[in-house]
């Protein structure tokens, strides 16, 4: 026996509108027409005409089955597609917005709002940078290959000068409406006129560097400003550096980014950190320590009587997020314990263990 509610993904006291919420969910996802997986869009839709029928549904509820026999036979496992055959309007079956499901899979104002909406495809490309380039930000130029409007006409695809005229295959629209047949009989569907591109007009003549098409593929050379602060993962969007499209906006360019490890710091937010090895004598007494920071060498002074792991703070040496503000470089101290003693060095540590020490 088929659990229904199961099927949709709701409890069996779901609302009517928790049930029809839940169909158009999966139908969207499931749908043929879509790419999805056509079993299961007939298996959520032979549990929704079932669960959204107050009759259907306290009969299953009942007898776990619907029908005379309280069993399903048939073809489609006893599920009635009847209600499919004579195609779709505003309203599919039962009650649901196709339409509202479905979006531009068949006829109506979304369909013909998305084809006047032309965009370029977005790109993305790998850009590696040092430890120090992501900390302080840093200017690359890239070279990439991509669609671009033509030079010579400017992206209409007519030849310099050249009338346009109006898109005899789509009359003007820059869409054309078709329809097709589906198990779920004739639906209407909007695709972009392919004389035009979608523009609805054409050129008398052609431009003879992109024929016509408005865009040619080369390649550009792109600089990108890499702010600091930056870390392994993020992304720097660059509008309109993307792929163009005749009558329409260019799509946009993505930059990953990758950071190389440091072998010294490491970040924790707006901070760097490091881990420095003090030998026992300078904990004991205090010394300084020379530094190599991101910035460049500084002394650190390392104050009597440190503890291991205790963490120095130099302030205005991590990440700039902006011109006023700037993390710090956290520094852990680590007491470095000698392995093997001489015979006076032994002799003192031993005065010092009498001392309390």
Known sequence: MKDYY??????????????KKAFRKLAHKHHPDKGGDEKKFKEASEAYQIL?????????????????????????GGFDFSGFTGGFNSQGFEGVDLNDIFGDLFG?????????????????????????????GVERTVHITKSSLCKECQGSGGKPGSKMSTCAQCKGKGEIHETKQSFL??????RECNACHGVGKV????????????????????TI????????????????AGEAVQGGSSGDLYVRIYVTP?????????????TLQVKLTDALLGAEYPIETLDGAITLTIPRGISSGEVLRVRGKGVP??????????IKVEIKTPAKLSRNAQKLAEELRNEGI
Do not use: W
Not at 54 to 74: I, L, M, Q
Not at 110 to 134: M, P
Not at 185 to 190: A, L
């Open 262 to 274: 440091h072998k010294v710091f490491k970040r924790d937010g707006e901070h760097l950190t490091m």
């Open 203 to 222: 050129p008398e003549e052609k431009c003879h560097s992109c024929k016509g098409a408005g865009v040619v593929r080369r390649e550009e050379e792109i």
């Open 108 to 136: 109506g104002r979304r369909g013909r709002t998305a084809s006047r909406e032309r965009r370029g495809r977005d790109i993305s490309i790998d850009v590696q940078l040092s430890f120090k380039e992501a900390v302080f």
């Open 321 to 330: 997020f902006s011109a006023k503000h700037r993390g710090d470089l956290l």
């Open 185 to 190: 009989g004739t639906i209407s569907q909007v």
């Open 225 to 240: 400003k890499i702010p600091s602060g930056i870390e392994q993962g993020e992304a720097v969007r660059l509008t309109g």
């Open 52 to 76: 959204s029928d107050e009759k259907k549904r306290a009969e299953y509820d009942t007898y776990g089955s619907v029908g005379g026999n309280h069993g399903f036979g048939g073809g489609q």
């Open 6 to 19: 199961k099927l949709l993904g709701v409890e069996k006291n779901a609302s009517a509108d928790e049930i």
